[in-house]
């Protein structure tokens, strides 16, 4: 298994509540009953305010590299993943366990 792991960053002067932060974070909600490659799959906004957390996070697992290689080339992950490209950055962590 793969656990692939991605934290959102909000661009400056950009809020949870802007419209196409809920957007973006509505797409990311949707995509785990979406893609069959995904074996787990939660998101959501931090809930503390330490001045180095990120926004929001996704925690997910897949079976395998090719798996991973299908979630993310899955249009609904384009998509999702493009609409946040607009207001943020993000980091990125894929590790078997």
Request: hydrophobic share 45%; aromatic share 12%.
């Amino acid at each position: 298994m793969i656990r692939h792991l991605v934290l959102f960053k909000l661009n400056e002067g950009v809020e949870r509540d802007d419209p196409r932060a809920l957007a973006g974070a509505a797409a990311f909600s949707a995509l785990g009953a979406q893609i069959e490659e995904l074996r787990f799959w939660e998101c959501g906004w931090n809930i503390t305010e330490r001045p180095i957390a990120h926004d929001f996070a996704i925690n997910s697992a897949v079976e395998d590299g090719d798996a991973l290689k299908r979630y993310l080339e899955h249009p609904a992950h384009q998509t999702a993943a493009a609409q946040w490209r607009e207001f943020a950055t993000w980091v990125i962590a894929d590790y078997e366990f």
